[in-house]
């Protein structure tokens, strides 16, 4: 494997104050437009009294829970998104709910070959006693973006390939927040439209803060150390 950033999926959870879980129903979606009339069930649906997920052969599931509804689209590296247009079609489907607004959330990750928890540490972090006995670190963010926040989470895992193998990893959560400002509700739902269309460009964003801010500087810094350890061994 290489070591290379991976954006692993997106899902947009939008919020309405009187969403009904109930509402998700495959009918309905593909009556109203919401998902293609071909799309096939990788299996059957769940519903119970407070929550309802559907699963999609394509790896999309939509999820209602609580007065969210979840649309988990994964990734792999591969951003040709399908989930905007479907957050789009939700909200013009159901055009009176009472949108509060929705978030972005990105999970993508960076394989390594350093011990278990200590890639934050040694790569990022500057050494001092505060680092002797860390067994982990976590590093929580904020940057600007051009319509919304970006808020990062550097956590590490441990990741199970398809072939079975465990390896450490850095995970890389990013979200963006976008909250309805009118008491009308077409008001709001032209508002999200408009916003579902540009969370490629946020994604972009996420990605590019990412790779120009810690992957790019880090390949850097393993480069430059590298002759040191070279001569390190040889004396």
């Known amino acids: ?15 309405a104050a009187d969403l009904n879980p109930a509402m998700l129903n495959l009918d309905i979606l593909r009556y109203s437009g919401v998902v293609p009339a071909d799309w096939e069930l990788s299996r059957a649906p769940v519903y119970t009294p407070r929550a309802a997920q559907i699963f999609f052969e394509n790896g999309i599931n939509i ?3 609580g007065n969210q509804v979840v649309i988990v689209e994964p990734l792999e590296g591969d951003l040709d998104l399908q989930a905007p247009r479907l957050a789009q079609q939700y909200v013009r489907a159901f055009p009176k709910l009472q949108y509060q607004g929705f978030t972005t959330n990105l999970r993508g990750y960076l394989p390594t070959d350093y011990p278990a928890g200590r890639y934050v540490c040694d ?10 006995g860390c067994a982990r670190a976590a590093l929580n963010l904020i940057y600007k973006g051009d319509r919304a926040p970006l808020q990062l989470a550097l956590t590490e895992a441990m990741l199970q390939t398809k072939q079975g193998e465990t390896i450490p990893i850095v995970l890389f959560g990013g979200r963006y927040g976008y909250a309805v400002q009118s008491e009308n509700v077409e008001e709001n739902c032209d ?10 460009e946020d994604v972009e964003h996420y ?11 880090s390949l850097r810094l393993m480069r ?12």
């Open 207 to 217: 990605t590019n803060t990412v790779n120009q801010k810690f992957i790019q500087p």
């Open 123 to 132: 790569t990022w972090l500057a050494p001092g006693p505060w680092q002797e």
């Open 191 to 200: 508002y999200l439209t408009s916003c579902f269309g540009h969370i490629r």
């Open 224 to 235: 430059e150390a590298q002759p040191q350890r070279v001569l390190s061994t040889v004396s």
């Open 63 to 65: 999820v209602a829970e």
């Open 1 to 15: 494997m290489g070591f290379n950033f991976v954006v692993q999926d997106s899902a947009i959870a939008i919020a």
